[in-house]
Nanobody
């Protein structure tokens, strides 16, 4: 699976951006997808996730401001970001995990997009 993120940019506080992440392959509809972000000097953190069946979860800091969605026909997951704050400034990454099994052993395969920079000015 290859993930290609886009949509970042510079925006003023209070503004909006929509990030997109296009996935290759034919199994996108079966994948749980997530958006992470990493600010300078900080750990990478989960922002939002959407399961294959469409269930969503959000970090407390973005709840009610960000919306994650998916379009399985386009193999794309989106992150609509509204009411942006300077503290939302970070590189945003899309992510998925595919599990395989060999015997009793489970293997986790993590796939990351290349990251897209979001800068929110005050």
């Amino acid at each position: 699976v290859q993930l290609q993120a886009s949509g970042g940019g510079l925006v003023q506080a209070g503004g909006s951006l929509r990030l997109s992440c296009a996935a290759s392959g034919s199994i996108f509809s079966t994948l749980d997808m997530g958006w992470y972000r990493q600010a300078p000097g900080e750990e990478r953190e989960l922002v939002a996730s959407i399961s294959a069946d469409g269930s969503t979860n959000y970090a407390y800091s973005v709840k009610d401001r960000f919306t994650i969605s998916r379009d399985n026909a386009k193999n794309t997951v989106y992150l609509q970001m509204n009411s942006l704050k300077p503290e939302d400034t970070a590189v945003y990454y899309c992510h998925t995990n595919i599990q395989t099994h060999k015997g009793w052993t489970r293997y986790d395969h993590n796939y990351w997009g290349q990251g897209t920079l979001v800068t929110v000015s005050s």
